[in-house]
């Protein structure tokens, strides 16, 4: 298939994307980043928790939220996958950062090599809260995230850079493993500068097994304390 012009390939694949399930798109300049040598762009999507689960989160984690985070992680994989067969069809490499290929070893501090929120700061779809979550003006934290690395010529977004946080300390005050500092993130700084993972993990270990009856390494809290989480589930 002949390739075609960066401004409606870009259109076309935002809007396959979307009518497949994803929530929002953006594409990446990923240069400085990229783990495959030549894919240098970053398609970037995510999907939405449903409002309703969300809102019965403030004794979080629910079984509700465990079964939806599974799901989304299944439907991110499934969209990884038709997001790289389209570029490849369109004459492009890609490669589908998927839950599957990546695996669930992350190294020593629970993230992979670049990581799908890396991509989504440089799109310019978000920022890194406080809580160490990728979060949105729309959705709050309340979405999961995926990535496809290609040499698509795709119109890039504009990085962001810096927090959006301001002042806020709702999910640090909501954490009650001790995982959130409050310092607020910049593109400069490595995440266990500003977020403890092992302290989310140790206290995700009990409040899971409390709440579900078994441990696991999910909690919640710091999504559900967001303030832009909660003006997203209480906008009709």
């Known amino acids: 298939m002949d390739k075609i012009t960066t401004?409606?390939?870009s259109d076309e694949l935002r809007d396959y994307l979307i009518k497949n399930g994803a929530s929002d798109v953006g594409y990446a300049d990923i240069l400085k980043f990229t783990t495959i040598k030549g894919l240098n762009v970053g398609v970037v999507f995510h999907i939405v928790y449903p409002k309703e689960i969300i809102r019965e989160m403030e004794n979080a984690p629910t079984k509700e939220y465990v079964d939806e985070l599974i799901s989304l992680n299944t439907r991110l994989d499934d969209l990884g996958m038709?997001?790289?067969e389209f570029l490849i069809d369109h004459g492009y490499d890609a490669y589908a950062q998927t839950k599957k290929r990546l695996g669930t070893d992350f190294g020593e501090f629970n993230s992979f090599e670049l990581p799908h929120k890396t991509i989504a700061?440089?799109?310019g779809l978000g920022w890194i809260g406080k809580s160490a979550l990728f979060t949105t003006i729309k959705y709050g934290s309340a979405l999961r995230l995926s990535s496809v690395l290609t040499n698509a010529p795709l119109e890039l977004g504009t990085p962001i850079?810096?927090?959006r946080?301001?002042?806020c300390m709702k999910c640090r005050d909501a954490c009650l493993g001790g995982a959130i500092s409050g310092k607020e993130?910049?593109?400069t700084?490595?995440?266990n500068e500003f977020y403890d993972d092992k302290k989310c993990e140790n206290y995700a270990l009990k409040v899971s097994e409390i709440n579900l009856g078994s441990p696991d390494t999910v909690c919640g809290k710091c999504?559900?304390?967001c303030p832009f989480t909660q003006r997203f589930i209480k906008r009709f």
């Open 185 to 187: 993130w910049n593109y």
């Open 165 to 167: 946080c301001g002042k």
């Open 7 to 9: 401004m409606s390939l």
């Open 223 to 225: 999504i559900f304390a």
């Open 189 to 191: 700084l490595k995440r």
């Open 121 to 123: 700061t440089r799109a």
């Open 161 to 163: 850079l810096k927090s």
């Open 82 to 84: 038709i997001c790289e």
